[in-house]
């Protein structure tokens, strides 16, 4: 490459390791040269973060992947998997296993047992994928605990823009050091056997805050009984802050479904959006319709 004013040309390190020229002397903001320079970086800059965001994007959906399928699947070689997964890895947005790799968490869940119903981990990922959807720039969501919203709020952390209340502490610390998304946890007394804040300090700390969107999770869904959960005080805090919310979504799996459980949360007049997957039969999810709620199907 000859620069057109015949100046010395020297090489530059562009984001994907190609040796780029452009002339000393009248400089990259000078030379006749630059503008084609500077969208080769840029063009190659865009790829890489094109690929880190497919990368994320199928962890989401598979949840545990091994840099073989993760190569198979973006049909790129083995080693620029491997420069993706080293930069994802030092943004800790990732995190190794023994089979591959998978979206990183904040909190170690597997030294922290909870008091919680089990979910399928495919019905959760898929849940949580299309519940991430129904997010908008400018939001002010709420988040329960519990492990649906937990896999919404690993998905959460790449949007920008928004503000996330919660009463579930490990929520809020997914979204440690996320400048771009403001995160509001109530007051309350941390409930034994859960991440979540209970009690009469929790009310006080929502004044005067107005809430787009409440997703919440549920222990069990019914027409005839609502949103019910398995814990008295958790159930006295979701209704706090369905009162402060535009909105109620639920997120259920299909074994919560034509359930009850010890505690009720709401009504089902209250619910306005049950999110959940297709293994829950057509003719469940009519009764739903019928009474008025919203169904989304995820993967549909």
């Not at 890489?48 to 699947?73: F, I, P, T, W």
Request: charged share 25%; aromatic share 4%; proline share 4%.
């Amino acid at each position: 490459m000859i620069c057109a004013e015949n100046c010395t040309l020297f090489t530059l390190g562009s984001p994907g390791n190609e040796r780029i020229s452009y002339c000393k002397t009248c400089g990259p903001n000078r030379c006749p040269i630059a503008d084609c320079i500077e969208t080769i970086v840029l063009k190659k800059w865009l790829t890489v973060n094109k690929r880190k965001k497919q990368v994320l994007d199928l962890l989401q959906r598979h949840g545990e992947l091994s840099n073989q399928e993760l190569s198979d699947l973006l049909d790129i070689s083995p080693s620029s998997i491997r420069r993706i997964l080293i930069a994802l890895d030092k943004d800790r947005l990732i995190k190794r296993t023994r089979g591959g790799v998978c979206l990183s968490t904040a909190v170690n869940y597997d030294l922290l047992p909870t008091h919680k119903l089990p979910v399928d981990p495919v019905e959760a990922r898929s849940i949580a994928n299309r519940a991430v959807q129904l997010i908008q720039p400018g939001d002010v969501i709420a988040l329960s605990g519990g492990v649906l919203c937990t896999q919404l709020v690993l998905r959460v952390r790449y949007l920008e823009g928004i503000t996330v209340v919660t009463n579930a502490v490990n929520v809020a610390i997914e979204l440690v050091s996320l400048p771009e998304i403001q995160v509001r946890l109530t007051g309350g007394r941390l409930n034994p056997g859960s991440f979540e804040l209970v009690g009469r300090a929790l009310a006080p700390s929502l004044s005067g805050l107005h809430i787009d969107k409440f997703f919440l999770g549920t222990d069990g869904l019914s027409v005839q009984h609502g949103v019910t959960g398995r814990d008295e005080d958790e159930a006295t805090a979701s209704r706090v802050i369905m009162e402060r919310s535009d909105a109620t979504i639920v997120l259920a799996d299909s074994s919560k479904f034509k359930k009850a459980s010890y505690a009720r949360v709401a009504s089902i007049s209250k619910v306005d959006t049950i999110v959940t997957t297709d293994r829950v039969s057509q003719s469940v999810g009519t009764q739903f319709k019928e009474a008025g709620v919203k169904i989304i199907v995820a993967g549909s």
